[in-house]
């Protein structure tokens, strides 16, 4: 049966991604080697590595002097690694999740947080809005999208500061002005290539400006300096990373992908404010486009397992909601085609129809 892969990270690729990376496994740009076996400092990668690098920059329309990084450690690593290289005494941050709560954690040990609005109180369903970005702070963090709420900021911050964002579960689904950022990172293993990869984005002019001694792997500036290959890199989801990038490129790049994405979502999101067995969680203007949460109506509520065993019946995977939500989350990356999209609103019809 066709499956319908809707896991919030790590997360679908495109086929065109999954089949070249395979194909490389066995025999790497014609080297006659596994891609699993080669020298990172051999040509054949260190083209892989800069063409990605590339198109990052192409696909985000990045200015001059914004360095494209692919460093290990997650997007968890950047929760301290933006305030080591960054914060001189206060920084300010939103709570809009898990994430975001986890980045302030990591930010207070390097100084003062200011945390401009909190949706915590009410299992963070909205995104804070009634706030002004001071100016007495070194910079502003805030995550577009909060994977596990399913809540997003589709908009750009205007800042006295430079504004710094994890993109984790949203890049490249949305057109952005990447003058608005000082720092931008993402996980790669939700909307762009296997976990082992995280994508940072670095406008070079806002490094060394604090006094503290940096170790010498979480300074940007020994990764810029060497190209990003100042140790191994990892190589394979580079290597994916760099399929999936051509692969937007040649779909017609961010704007395309985003009005697919615009698509898809709205076709969920209409069949859960229609359908009168399932509820939206979040607040309606800060849906995220990327994971969807809904939950069984109160009067349905002990549905709930047999749907999902309904669900799995028609190939539909990953939809069991973040435990700290509860009900389904439906994840609905770039590279999820609009048919399985299709298909789980049909099973919320006939399922309905059932009921
Ligand atoms: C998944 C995720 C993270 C954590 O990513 P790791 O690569 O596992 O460290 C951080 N932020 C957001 C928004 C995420 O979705």
Same mark, same amino acid.
């Given at each position: ?10 997360? $679908? ?61 997650? &997007? ?41 609005? =909190? ?15 001071? =100016? ?22 205007? =800042? ?10 949203? @890049? ?10 000082? $720092? ?39 990764? @810029? ?12 989801? $580079? ?26 979502? &709205? ?48 190939? $539909? ?39």
């Amino acid at each position: 049966m066709k499956k319908h892969n809707f896991y919030a990270g790590p997360s $679908i690729l495109t086929p065109y991604t999954i089949k070249n990376t395979a194909d490389a496994v066995i025999n790497f740009a014609d080297t006659g080697l596994s891609l699993l076996e080669v020298s990172h400092r051999s040509k054949e990668f260190v083209a892989v590595c800069e063409e990605a690098r590339a198109l990052v920059a192409e696909l985000l329309q990045l200015p001059e002097d914004y360095k494209v990084l692919f460093l290990g450690g997650g &997007a968890s690593m950047q929760f301290c690694m933006v305030p080591f290289n960054l914060m001189k005494k206060k920084a300010a941050y939103t709570d809009t999740g898990t994430w975001a709560h986890n980045a302030i954690k990591e930010a207070k040990i390097f100084g003062e947080v200011e945390v401009l609005g =909190s949706s915590k109180d009410e299992n963070y369903i909205y995104i804070p809005k009634d706030f002004t970005i001071p =100016s007495d702070v070194d910079y502003f963090h805030f995550t577009s999208n909060n994977t596990i709420y399913g809540t997003e900021v589709r908009k750009d911050y205007d =800042s006295p500061v430079p504004v710094v964002c994890d993109m984790s579960s949203d @890049i490249f689904s949305r057109v952005f002005d990447p003058t608005k950022y000082g $720092i931008i990172y993402a996980g790669a293993q939700k909307n762009l290539a296997p976990s082992g990869v995280t994508i940072v984005i670095v406008k070079e002019s806002l490094l060394g400006h604090v006094d503290r001694e940096i170790p010498t792997m979480l300074d940007y500036r020994t990764h @810029i300096k060497k190209d990003t290959m100042f140790n191994t890199p990892p190589v394979l989801p $580079i290597y994916s990373a760099l399929q999936t990038l051509k692969y937007y490129k040649e779909q017609g790049g961010v704007a395309a992908m985003e009005k697919l994405d615009l698509e898809k979502a &709205a076709i969920l999101y209409d069949e859960i404010d229609r359908n009168k067995l399932f509820r939206g969680t979040v607040a309606e203007e800060d849906r995220s486009i990327m994971n969807v949460c809904f939950v069984m109506n109160p009067d349905y509520a002990e549905l709930e397992k047999e749907f999902y065993d309904f669900a799995v019946s028609k190939g $539909i995977v990953g939809i069991k909601g973040h435990r700290s939500v509860g009900g389904f989350r439906a994840s609905l990356y770039n590279a999820l085609p609009k048919e399985s999209v299709e298909v789980l609103v049909n099973a919320m019809k006939e399922f309905e129809a059932k009921h």
